[in-house]
């Protein structure tokens, strides 16, 4: 039976996917680094998938894993539906609704792709390293998985949407790769926070041995 605590944990993931594409489409200047404003709370969405991977195990992580993608699929959708329904002749925003809203498909593309492949990686590695550490060190844990997840979804979603275009700038991909990785590695005692609380709490700590880590196996 899924408990309350885990349905709250998969809910901040989800919110916290959805709003980074949202406030992404701002850039934001921070002396030598500029970055998309998401740099902000995406990197939460990877600190809440350690958190499922390392209480619930692999298998309900990549169920949450595709609920984000289901439900940021679905915002979308309805975002595009909202920018092609006519606008009444005296509401001035559709300009700046299209330009916050208005996904281009090449940037959902690489932003789904980047997503699927950094969390799935990311869970992968979390799971494996708990194993081969018996469960000791999780900081070494959060922090390695997301160097690899984050880094693959940084260099899948740079690559895709701007490889051929005046905003390729390769260095980029290791700025956003680096401030990323920052923010876990910072929030890592909060992290430690909340997996104790639900160990302790759900009576909980999966280890996933016998797991299967094809991500296509929803209902496995």
């Known amino acids: 039976m899924v408990s309350h605590r885990f349905v ?3 809910a901040i993931f989800v919110t916290c996917l959805i709003t980074a594409n ?3 489409v701002k850039v934001i200047n921070l002396g030598l680094f500029i970055l998309p404003a998401a740099v902000a709370i995406f990197p939460l969405s990877y600190i809440f998938g350690d958190i499922l991977t390392e209480v619930y195990g692999y298998r309900q ?3 949450v894993i ?6 940021n699929l679905i915002f979308v959708i309805f975002a595009w539906v909202g920018q092609i329904l006519p606008p009444d002749p005296f509401w001035d925003g559709q300009e700046a609704y299209v330009r916050i809203l208005g996904y281009a ?4 593309i690489a932003s789904f792709c980047g997503y699927l492949a950094g969390e799935f990686a990311n869970s992968f590695v979390l799971a494996k390293m708990k194993i081969a550490t018996k469960g000791r060190w999780l900081w070494s844990r959060t922090i390695g998985s997301t160097i ?3 880094g693959l979804d940084t260099l899948i979603f740079v690559t895709v949407a701007y490889f051929g275009t005046p905003f390729f700038v390769p260095i980029m991909i290791l700025y956003h790769w680096l401030a ?4 876990e590695a910072i929030a890592t005692p909060f992290t430690y926070t909340i997996v104790n609380f639900l160990k302790r709490k759900e009576a909980i700590d999966t280890y996933d041995y016998e797991t299967k880590f094809n991500p296509f196996l929803v209902s496995d």
């Open 105 to 108: 498909p090449r940037l959902l």
């Open 8 to 10: 709250i944990i998969a």
């Open 148 to 150: 690899v997840g984050q």
């Open 22 to 24: 949202i406030i992404g």
């Open 180 to 183: 990323k990785t920052g923010i």
């Open 66 to 71: 595709w609920l984000g993608f289901f439900c």
């Open 61 to 63: 992580a990549r169920r």
